[in-house]
């Protein structure tokens, strides 16, 4: 046996060389501890009425809560079958999040005003939006009603560019061949969407700049990693934790070698030539028009691209990758997808008014929505104060709620067999219930939370919906395409919430084979 005191000096230069090691012993030591002497880490004695997956015990509820890191589906569907009518909660690492699935309870989540249940609170802690987007990316989301107002109104005039950058992007990274070519889908399909997004955000040619793409890419996963990292820390100890690990001021030194030259031509005309100066119809006209202060920096509006870009490329690559592995693994669709996109495109051409005929393209991708949405909690809120449910369950103040999306997408009164995939689910749903609108991708309700719902409702979704029927349109008159394993679909892959596309699946293309 060791003594002590002959370890104790080479655990000392281990902790002098790996600060990040010292920050998580102690974190660890905190959690434990306070869980242990005080019970009030993640207030769990304020919300013992609402039941409880596995143990409420402060000790060992930490077990359910790394259970939650790995996989936080296996808590909420036990949830959900042991008390289907009922709010439960899930541990967290510094908190319980209380899960809700009932209609009424959502319609209430809807309803609830910013200054009483907080969607914005929500997402700053999810994210750790002050660290690692910048806190003026959390006090002033100015971005947020330009892509909701400007962007959608300015689509009729977007989308034929946002075709032909598809088009040429998917000629780029899958050429259409006479042979079968074996493709990574979810790799491919974030380039292709970085390319098509960027389009509208800052234009050509830099959104077809291979770098500029990965750096947007990469950006993301920084966001994800340090905010997960960051949630697990006591908060004391994040300002010090994130100037270890944070590589996002790197990032936006990166961005600025390719933004940097585009914003200040863009000044320079406007000085130069005032009201008669070319202003391109895309975001980084949009932001520059709208930034005051500091937000108009060079630095900042690279900042806020950036930011943007985190918000669509993954979000959309994976819906796409989630929709195109239905079409492999059931090509016997594939035969009236062309077919309407053929006789839209005839009448109409690529344009808005086009897309918005595609009924049957719509309905396949919603439809892989309700099955595969990108995450199983939604519309997450914080309690700005106690709130009282309408059938008792009261949230303390500071108390995340968020919604079972698979409940709210698997109700048998509205989904006929619901467990099925029908990618014409939602014509059929049109043509019986003769309501239109409803049943489109952009629609949300109770029971179709893919993009949110109510005012905190994904405000770019509207984009998001033209550029994925594009993708998918172009894809069925181009290609012919199969799973490598065909007829079974690559199995999800599930971090936290997240549902993610199977990553490592490759699928095939060949050029169309016209019969």
């Known amino acids: 046996m060791?003594?002590?005191?002959?370890?104790?000096?080479?655990?000392?230069?281990?902790?002098?060389?790996?600060?990040?090691?010292?920050?998580?012993?102690?974190?660890?030591?905190?959690?434990?501890?306070?869980?242990?002497?005080?019970?009030q880490t993640r207030k769990y004695h304020q919300l013992k009425h609402i039941p409880t997956v596995g143990s409420e015990e402060p000790f060992l509820s930490y077990f359910g809560a790394l259970t939650f890191i790995i996989d936080a589906r296996k808590l909420v569907d036990t949830g959900m079958k042991k008390w289907p009518k009922r709010m439960f909660k899930v541990p967290q690492m510094s908190e319980w999040m209380v899960i809700a699935s009932q209609p009424k309870a959502i319609e209430e989540l809807r309803k609830a005003p910013e200054n009483v249940l907080?969607?914005?609170?929500?997402?700053?802690?999810?994210?750790?939006?002050?660290?690692?987007?910048?806190?003026?990316?959390?006090?002033n989301p100015y971005h947020i009603p330009i892509i909701r107002a400007q962007l959608t109104r300015a689509l009729p005039k977007l989308v034929p560019e946002v075709?032909?950058?598809?088009?040429?992007?998917?000629?780029?990274?899958?050429?259409a061949t006479d042979d079968w070519t074996s493709v990574k889908m979810l790799d491919t399909a974030m380039k292709i969407v970085g390319r098509a997004s960027n389009r509208i955000f800052v234009?050509?040619?830099?959104?077809?700049?291979?770098?500029?793409?990965?750096?947007?890419?990469q950006f993301t996963i920084d966001v994800v990693q340090a905010?997960?990292?960051?949630?697990?820390?006591?908060?004391?100890?994040?300002?010090?934790?994130?100037?270890?690990?944070?590589?996002?001021?790197?990032?936006?030194?990166?961005g600025l070698k390719h933004l940097g030259p585009v914003i200040q031509a863009r000044r320079q005309e406007r000085e130069e030539k005032g009201d008669q100066a070319d202003k391109p119809v895309d975001l980084l006209t949009w932001l520059m028009d709208e930034a005051k202060g500091?937000?108009?920096?060079?630095?900042?509006?690279?900042?806020?691209?950036?930011?943007?870009?985190?918000?669509?490329?993954?979000?959309?690559?994976?819906?796409?990758?989630?929709?195109?592995?239905?079409?492999?693994?059931?090509?016997?669709?594939?035969?009236?997808?062309?077919?309407?996109?053929?006789?839209?495109?005839?009448?109409?051409?690529?344009?808005?008014?086009?897309?918005?005929?595609?009924?049957?393209?719509?309905?396949?991708?919603?439809?892989?929505?309700?099955?595969?949405?990108?995450?199983?909690?939604?519309?997450?809120?914080?309690?700005?104060?106690?709130?009282?449910?309408?059938?008792?369950?009261?949230?303390?103040?500071?108390?995340?709620?968020?919604?079972?999306?698979?409940r709210?997408?698997?109700?048998?009164?509205?989904?006929?067999?619901?467990?099925k995939f029908d990618g014409f689910r939602f014509v059929k749903m049109k043509e019986r219930e003769g309501m239109e609108k409803k049943f489109d991708?952009?629609?949300?309700?109770?029971?179709?939370?893919?993009?949110?719902?109510?005012?905190?409702?994904?405000?770019?979704?509207?984009?998001?919906?033209?550029?994925?029927?594009?993708?998918?349109?172009?894809?069925?008159?181009?290609?012919d395409v199969k799973l490598e394993t065909e007829g079974v679909r690559p199995a999800d892959m599930w971090v936290a919430t997240a549902c993610v596309p199977n990553p490592k699946a490759n699928v095939l293309f060949r050029r169309r084979v016209v019969h």
């Open 2 to 39: 060791y003594a002590f005191e002959s370890i104790l000096p080479g655990f000392q230069q281990v902790v002098v060389h790996n600060p990040l090691l010292l920050i998580g012993i102690t974190s660890v030591l905190y959690w434990f501890l306070l869980s242990h002497y005080t019970g």
């Open 118 to 139: 907080s969607s914005m609170i929500a997402i700053d802690e999810t994210l750790q939006v002050e660290y690692t987007l910048g806190e003026n990316i959390s006090k």
């Open 163 to 175: 075709h032909e950058e598809i088009e040429d992007a998917f000629k780029e990274f899958i050429p």
């Open 203 to 217: 234009g050509t040619p830099l959104c077809r700049d291979p770098d500029y793409i990965k750096l947007n890419v």
């Open 227 to 254: 905010g997960a990292i960051l949630r697990a820390v006591p908060r004391l100890l994040r300002p010090l934790v994130n100037s270890l690990i944070s590589n996002v001021p790197k990032r936006i030194r990166h």
């Open 294 to 406: 500091e937000e108009a920096t060079d630095w900042y509006l690279t900042s806020r691209i950036l930011t943007v870009n985190f918000a669509a490329i993954h979000t959309s690559s994976m819906t796409f990758t989630h929709a195109f592995y239905y079409l492999a693994a059931y090509p016997e669709y594939l035969q009236a997808l062309r077919e309407e996109v053929e006789e839209v495109v005839k009448d109409e051409g690529w344009t808005k008014a086009g897309l918005d005929k595609m009924h049957k393209i719509d309905s396949f991708i919603k439809e892989s929505q309700r099955l595969h949405p990108l995450g199983n909690i939604m519309m997450q809120r914080v309690a700005v104060k106690d709130f009282t449910f309408s059938d008792g369950t009261i949230v303390p103040r500071g108390t995340t709620v968020g919604v079972a999306v698979q």
């Open 408 to 419: 709210a997408h698997m109700t048998e009164s509205v989904y006929e067999d619901p467990m």
């Open 441 to 479: 991708m952009v629609s949300t309700s109770c029971e179709s939370l893919a993009f949110g719902h109510g005012r905190h409702a994904c405000p770019g979704r509207y984009f998001a919906t033209c550029e994925l029927k594009l993708m998918l349109a172009h894809t069925v008159v181009t290609y």
